[in-house]
C-alpha cells in the first residue's frame, strides 16, 4: 500500500546516530513541506549481524536493502544514509535525489590512554572494522594489532571503555553529531588518514518515480542539495565505483576544494595482507562544475591507481 501523502514518511536505520541523522533532515524538510514529516525506524541486517566483517556477510548494501523494500512498498517516501554506508551503484529503481552539506569527513582517535597514533607501544590493540583503517593503519604502524570492531557508535566506545581495545577509530561527524566531540582525544588529517568516499555526509535515497509522483518532495530535497558536498562525493565515489565498488577493497578518496575552486582528489589503494606493500596513492585535480566532471575526475584518479599497482591488490582480494 503507498503511504499516504497526509504525511511524508521517512526510513531510518534505529540506532542513535541514524535517528539524529533522520530528524535532521526531518527538521530541514518541516520548514519547506506543508504536510508533517515523520520517520519509520527499522532493523536492518547490517544492524542483526554483529559476529562477522560486512565484506564477509554482504558489504554494506546491508544497512540499506530494507530502508529500499520499504521505499518500494511505498511504506516510505525517503530514506536517509550515511553516505559512506551506501554501495556505489543503487538497484534499479532508485537513486540518490540529495546530498546535505557535509559534515567533518576526518576520522578521529578515540582513546582514553593514548594521544595519537605515534603514542602507542608496539602490541597495542586498536579496533576497526573498516578495511580502509586497517591498511592505512597498518602502513604507519605494522607493529600494532589491529582487532575488529563491530556494532552502533556507543556499542563500540563502551568496547573501548571496557578496556578491550588501547585505541579506535571511528569517524568524527558521528561523534561530533552525537555530542561526542569530547571523546576525540585527536582527528587525522585527510592526507595522513585518507576517508572513506562519501564519508561526513548524508545521502537521502529515493524511487525513481519520484519526480513525477511527488515533485513537492522533490523539490524540497533538490533545494537542500549542497553542490560542492554533491560534486565532492560524486568524485569520490566513481572511484569506488571504477575499481569494482566492493566493500571487501580497502579504499580510501576524498575529494576537497581549494582556493582557486579546483577538486583535487586524493584516493589510497591497499591490502588486508599482514606482509603488505605499500599503498597505492593517486591525485588529480580539475575544474569541476557539474556531476559528469565530478565522476570523470574520479575515473582518472582510480586509472592512474590501477597503473601504480592497484591491479595486482584488486586481484589479490
Known sequence: MEASTQAWVIATRESRLA???AEHVRALLGSRLVEPVELLGMTTRGDQILDRTLSKVGGKGLFVKELETALEAGDAHLAVHSLKDVPMDLPAG??????LEREDPRDAW???RYADLAALPAGAVVGTSSLRRLSQLRARRPDLRIEPLRGNLDT??????EGQYDA???AAAGLKRLGLAERIRSVFE???MIPAAGQGALGIELRADAPERHPALWAA???LTHEPSWLAVHAERAVSRALGGSCSMPLAAHAQWQADGRLVLRAAL????EAAPALVHAEAGAAVADTAAAEALGLAVAQQLRQRGGDALLAAL
Open 156 to 161: 563500540r566506545l563502551r568496547k573501548l571503555d
Open 168 to 170: 579506535i577509530v571511528l
Open 94 to 99: 532508485f537513486v540518490l535525489a540529495a546530498v
Open 190 to 192: 585527510a592526507d595522513a
Open 19 to 21: 535517528l539524529w541523522q
Open 221 to 223: 530535497l533538490r533545494a
Open 270 to 273: 591497499g591490502s588486508v595482507a
Open 110 to 112: 578515540v582513546s582514553p
